[in-house]
């Protein structure tokens, strides 16, 4: 009964988002207190309805049940247990009931955590998130149902795709989605400040640390999808632009715009709708990033499904999702705009570099969304086939965000309103001095390099440089840096770390596409190749037996001079239930660099083909993106978010006193 048990429990989840939807609508409605009440418990049933049905899901996957259909088409007898659990979200009907898990649990969050807002407001933004957990249930009740039966039972299962079983599974799709999903929050309270005509500032102070988060975890899974990629597909590329990449990549660039011009909404209550356009499109750039997952349109280790209605269903629910915010701020816009808002700033001010900040990454997540969706566009109309790669995306993404990062050191250093342009350039000279020695002395020491390589390097000591210059004027003069250091607040610190990230980012980015070294050459036991300042010695060929697959597994010493540094083992696998072929590479990882030895073909005689890497810097990208996620978490932190909740709940608490009294 567990597979009918989970239906239950998702068929109760949908009627308890109707109840979150429909009852607090009402109570806003005629100003019943009581129905507006009902907001956060429907949220919470909601949660404990859908996390019943994951949980149960999980439980046919474990025990082999092989009578429901999803577990006999992604799983296997042999497969190890915890990917047996990985491969309840391996498939599309299992990560859109993920995807209604994370749903439920931001929507919880929220009601949890924001109890001290207006009631009516809070309902407001509950109505909201239950009707978007309403679409995605009814999605996947009425074309994704996880608990189908198949009958008879199969003996046993197709197995999980072999790409699918590593550890990346278990972080890389939860970490995604809890950011992709996280930006309804944003949304729903955009929308319910334009529904409540209350079009303070109020919305943006209580969504910035969620979206923050929200923006921290996407960071985090696009992190931990591309070092997967790096070391799972054999070829070690960490970035693709493949289309679903792509459809991670647009909402978080319109993200990062958003929590930048959240800052400028919470502080001088300036580009509120340009805050409301961003947080509407964010969201529904992460909607439209499931519809080129599910839809079927292309053919992607990420993009499971291929049922068309799945496909009609996810637009229909887009166009209700971003039609009804866009409508709503149609009739709002004037409302929004504040007279002579563009005369409020100079053009050297905070709000003149964020502006154009925003801009510049708003134009990037329209040229990455229009690259990616024009080839699919045509050939959905049969209109013949386009490819759009990576070409298209190198040449035109880098020149739009070049002066992003140059105006990323300037904002942090200018003030509100108007900055003495003289007083910036005092400031970041030596930072501008050091930077250009840095991009010309780096190629120059390290004997080779292009025009690229030099402007890459700038970028990161100016980003870098101009980061430190910014603590060094928050610190103030040097008898006081420890006391002003433990009064730094939570924003600063997350600015400070994400900023840091970024140059950690671009450094990483540039040395390893200038001086990586790559050789694909024919191995005979005993026989060594050189590789940068590292060199390898092939032992030979072992065979290799898994608890699912078999193959042969590779022996290969790595040298550094005459110093053993560490054996290495490249794996060719086979899966059994598939017999689908995979290569698991070697990694010998440091701060610097990696050597990287992939296994190829067997070409007789006991020869085979190698592929050997060595990759400076390459995992800074990746700890720079692990930065810039803390970052994000340090400023949702921020202590002046938890201030206001302990004053409004202080408020509420004297007025309930108040109340008493009289």
């Not at 493949?242 to 993200?255: H, R």
């Not at 134009?363 to 209109?383: N, R």
């Not at 540039?510 to 024919?522: H, L, P």
């Amino acid at each position: 009964m567990t597979a009918e048990l989970g239906q239950l429990a998702l068929v109760l989840a949908l009627w308890a988002a109707l109840a979150q939807v429909a009852l607090p609508w009402w109570g806003v409605r005629r100003g019943d207190a009581r129905l507006m009440d009902v907001a956060p418990w429907a949220a919470l049933a909601q949660f404990i309805f859908v996390a019943a049905a994951f949980g149960l899901l999980i439980a046919c996957f474990v025990q082999n049940d092989f009578s429901v259909a999803l577990v006999g088409q992604h799983s296997n007898s042999r497969l190890p247990l915890e990917y047996r659990i990985t491969a309840t979200w391996g498939n599309h009907e299992g990560s859109i009931l993920l995807w209604g898990l994370v749903m439920a649990l931001w929507s919880v969050a929220v009601a949890v955590f924001s109890r001290q807002l207006d009631r009516a407001m809070l309902a407001r933004v509950l109505v909201v998130l239950g009707a978007v957990s309403a679409g995605f249930l009814g999605f996947t009740l009425l074309t994704s149902n996880p608990f189908e039966r198949h009958f008879p039972a199969l003996a046993d299962g197709q197995d999980l795709n072999p790409m699918l079983q590593d550890p990346g599974m278990i972080a890389h799709p939860p970490l995604l989605y809890m950011g992709y999903v996280g930006f309804v929050v944003a949304y729903a309270f955009t929308v319910a400040t334009l529904w409540s005509g209350r079009l303070d500032t109020a919305w943006a102070r209580w969504s910035r640390p969620w979206t923050l988060v929200a923006w921290a975890f996407l960071t985090l899974g696009i992190a931990v999808g591309s070092f997967w990629a790096y070391y799972e597909l054999g070829w070690g590329g960490w970035w693709f632009w493949d289309p679903v990449e792509n459809a991670s990549f647009v909402p978080w660039l319109l993200g990062t715009a958003l929590v930048h011009s959240l800052a400028v909404t919470e502080a001088r209550q300036g580009f509120r709708a340009w805050t409301a356009l961003l947080a509407i499109g964010a969201f529904s750039f992460a909607l439209l990033g499931t519809f080129i997952v599910r839809s079927g349109v292309l053919s992607s280790v990420h993009a499971f499904a291929s049922d068309p209605t799945r496909g009609i269903y996810i637009l229909l629910f887009l166009a209700c999702v971003a039609g009804g915010a866009l409508l709503l701020f149609a009739l709002r816009a004037s409302e929004l705009r504040q007279p002579g808002e563009a005369a409020q700033f100079d053009w050297s001010s905070r709000e003149a570099t964020l502006l154009l900040n925003n801009v510049l990454l708003t134009v990037a997540a329209i040229s990455v969304a229009l690259g990616t969706l024009y080839p699919l566009a045509l050939d959905a109309l049969g209109l013949g086939k386009v490819s759009v790669g990576p070409p298209y995306f190198e040449t035109i993404f880098p020149p739009l965000m070049a002066p992003a990062m140059l105006l990323m050191v300037v904002g942090p250093l200018a003030r509100w309103r108007r900055t003495e342009v003289p007083t910036l350039a005092r400031q970041l000279r030596w930072a501008a001095v050091v930077s250009v020695l840095v991009a010309v002395l780096g190629p120059w020491i390290a004997g080779s390099g292009r025009w690229l390589t030099a402007f890459g390097l700038l970028l990161a000591t100016w980003v870098a440089l101009g980061t430190l210059v910014a603590l060094g004027q928050r610190l103030g003069p040097r008898r006081v840096w420890m006391q002003r250091l433990r009064t730094l607040p939570g924003s600063f610190w997350g600015m400070f770390l994400a900023h840091l990230g970024i140059a950690m980012f671009i450094a990483g980015v540039t040395v390893v596409n200038s001086y990586e070294v790559a050789k694909d050459v024919r191995m005979e036991p005993g026989q060594t190749v050189a590789v940068g300042d590292y060199t390898l010695e092939f032992i030979g060929v072992r065979p290799l037996n898994g608890p699912n697959y078999e193959g042969q597994r590779g022996e290969l010493r790595l040298l550094k001079g005459d110093r053993v540094m560490r054996d290495m083992a490249p794996e060719r696998r086979v899966y059994l239930a598939s017999g689908m072929p995979m290569t698991e590479v070697a990694l010998d990882r440091g701060f610097t660099r990696d050597v990287y030895v992939a296994l190829g073909d067997p070409l007789g005689g006991g020869a085979w083909s190698v592929r050997a890497q060595l990759k400076p810097l390459v995992n800074w990208i990746w700890l720079g993106c692990l930065l810039m996620a803390f970052g994000g978490f340090c400023a949702a932190a921020d202590r002046r978010y938890r201030v206001v909740v302990r004053r409004r709940q202080a408020a509420a608490a004297a007025k309930l006193a108040g109340a008493a009294a009289r």
